[in-house]
């Protein structure tokens, strides 16, 4: 037996807790790295709405300048309507709408995030 064996349970202990620090400070980049991608999902999302909104205010928005005339509604309607065909036959919807299953799985994801039990401090 050594001098200095009796050293030996403190340095185990003194291992295990900078073990338990690097187990630490990995979920706490985790955590970090999944908050991050969270923010930049629901940023990408808060930009996909915004072409939607855009998209569907440029459909919608010549139906204002229909007047109120049930006389000429049909006539008046005609050219909105020509005027809708061909944006619609032209533009390519796709960057133009909002994907909701993105919405679904941020919000699984922040699901996730939530404690199980007790209060997150």
């Not at 400070?25 to 072409?51: F, G, V």
Request: with cysteine; glycine share 4%.
């Amino acid at each position: 037996m050594g001098a200095l064996d009796f050293l030996n349970p403190i340095n185990v202990a003194a291992s295990a807790a900078k073990s338990i620090v690097e187990i630490w400070n990995n979920l706490q980049d985790k955590k970090d790295r999944e908050n991050a991608s969270i923010t930049a999902d629901l940023t990408d999302l808060m930009e996909e709405l915004r072409r939607t909104h855009s998209t569907i205010v440029k459909l919608v928005s010549p139906l204002r300048r229909v007047p109120d005339n049930p006389a000429t509604f049909g006539n008046d309607f005609v050219a909105v309507y020509n005027d809708f065909r061909d944006f619609y036959d032209a533009y390519d919807f796709g960057d133009a709408r909002t994907h909701c299953h993105k919405l679904r799985q941020i919000r699984m994801r922040m699901g996730r995030r939530q404690p199980r039990f007790g209060t997150n401090t």
